[in-house]
C-alpha cells in the first residue's frame, strides 16, 4: 500500500533513500492500460506515455542485481516502467515500431486504431541505465523494446 502525504513527511530523514534502480537487461512486460496523452517539458512536444508492468527479468539480467534490488523489500515482478514516445514526423515510425513489438497487427489500420489494441498486450523492454544531469544519480530508461517470443 502506498505511505501517505503525512506518513512521508513524518518520517526521519535517515530513512529516506533513492529509490533502487531496476537491473540492466531485458524484462518481459504487459502494457497497463491506453497511453496518456501529454507534452513534454522543454519544447512541448507531443508526447505519449506508456506504463509497462514487469511480469519477469529475463535472463540477461544479473542475478546478483536481482537479488540487490529486492534486499530491501521491493520486487522486481510488478515495478511499473514509463515509456515515453514522441508524435512528430521524425519520430512517427518509432512509434510505429513500438506498436508493432506489442504484437499489434496494422495492416490496412492507422496508428490511432492500432493504439486502441494496446493495453494488456506484452512486450520486451531493455533497460539501460542512464546518470542525471548532476551526475549524482542513475536512472534507468527504456533504450528499446522487441515482441514476445
Do not use: W
Amino acid at each position: 500500500q502506498m505511505a501517505n502525504f503525512q506518513d512521508i513527511l513524518n518520517r526521519p530523514s535517515e530513512e529516506i533513500k533513492p529509490a533502487p534502480t531496476l537491473p540492466m537487461g531485458s524484462y518481459h512486460t504487459i502494457i497497463v492500460g491506453l497511453p496518456e496523452q501529454g507534452e513534454s517539458s522543454k519544447k512541448k512536444t507531443p508526447q505519449l506515455k506508456f506504463i509497462h508492468k514487469i511480469i519477469a527479468a529475463m535472463d540477461d539480467v544479473d542475478p546478483d542485481a536481482i537479488a540487490e534490488f529486492e534486499a530491501g523489500g521491493e520486487t522486481i515482478a510488478g515495478q511499473e516502467v514509463e515509456n515515453i514516445l514522441y508524435v512528430t514526423d521524425k519520430s512517427a515510425n518509432m512509434l510505429k515500431e513500438f506498436i508493432l513489438n506489442c504484437g499489434v497487427d496494422l495492416s490496412g489500420r492507422t496508428i490511432a486504431e492500432g493504439l486502441d489494441d494496446i493495453p494488456n498486450s506484452e512486450v520486451i523492454i531493455n533497460i539501460k541505465h542512464e546518470a542525471s544531469n548532476d551526475g549524482k544519480r542513475v536512472f534507468s530508461k527504456i533504450g528499446s523494446t522487441a515482441r514476445v517470443g
